[in-house]
């Protein structure tokens, strides 16, 4: 695999604004922005209307005043939800975000984006398709989000209706089978659990031609370890600590 095209920051703010916000809102944007960042990360899944807005987990729960799998709500109800006030008061009645304002949050901060694909359970093909069609559309003229996700057929699916978005497979732990599954969705990067990341490895990947992004680095040694062995990219909480002029 060739290098690719790569016109990303070295630091990604996680979830928008790390631990500094209610993750995955505007808010957090905000507070990415405000901290300088040139970057974010979130995640992305449907509506059961095939609206698409931004949650992490697949259950309202954590994250908001809603309860149940997110999926299967449409997306007048999920709009009435606050998933601001579980994380502080000073964030009560925030709501979830929509992809389309997002994009034009990220364009007013001049902010790149890494789309994460968190498809609700037996919704990956159709939730890739979606989020990689309105990417397309909604980051036009400016720098192609950068597609990433754990779910394989997400990707595939993205790939299959938009090949020119760049993707990134997600790993938690260390798959034998990156090289394969890599090269099958023509990836620009891989995105891996610091944890299972070591020199050795770090280096495997780059002569393979892959571009890595390391999540989540909160400590800024390992953060240091990570970029001097090679690493492109790290994904943060503390945004406040591991800043986009972090060395
Ligand atoms: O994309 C990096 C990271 O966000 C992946 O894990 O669970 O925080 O979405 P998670
Ligand atoms: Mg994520």
Not at 51 to 73: C, K, M, P, V, Y
Not at 117 to 142: D, F, V, Y
Not at 150 to 165: D, H, I, N, R, T
Request: hydrophobic share 45%; proline share 4%.
């Amino acid at each position: 695999m060739s290098q690719k095209n790569w016109p990303y920051p070295h630091i990604v703010a996680h979830r928008g604004g790390g631990k500094l916000a209610p993750e995955n809102t505007l808010a957090a944007i905000d507070i990415g922005a405000k901290y300088g960042h040139l970057m974010i990360e979130f995640d992305a899944k449907l509506s059961n209307d095939a609206q698409i807005f931004l949650l992490h987990d697949d259950t309202l729960d954590r994250t908001s005043n809603g309860w149940g799998i997110a999926g299967e709500l449409s997306w007048d109800k999920l709009a009435k939800l606050d998933a601001g006030s579980w994380f502080s008061r000073d964030f009560n009645g925030e709501p979830l975000a929509l992809l389309a304002d997002v994009a034009a949050r990220c364009r007013q901060h001049q902010m790149m984006a890494n789309i994460e694909i968190k498809p609700t359970t037996n919704s990956e093909i159709e939730t890739g398709r979606a989020i990689a069609q309105a990417a397309a559309q909604l980051w036009q003229g400016q720098t192609a989000p950068l597609l990433s996700s754990f779910s394989y057929e997400a990707l595939e699916a993205a790939m299959q209706v938009e090949p020119e978005l760049p993707r990134g497979l997600l790993l938690h732990s260390w798959d034998k089978q990156w090289q394969e599954k890599t090269t099958a969705l023509d990836c620009v990067s891989i995105h891996l659990n610091h944890k299972v990341l070591s020199a050795a490895r770090v280096a495997e990947l780059k002569a393979a031609g892959l571009r890595i992004l390391a999540y989540t680095v909160n400590n800024p040694e390992r953060a240091r370890a990570l970029l001097k062995w090679g690493v492109d990219a790290i994904c943060t909480d503390r945004i406040d600590i591991i800043g986009p002029d972090f060395t």
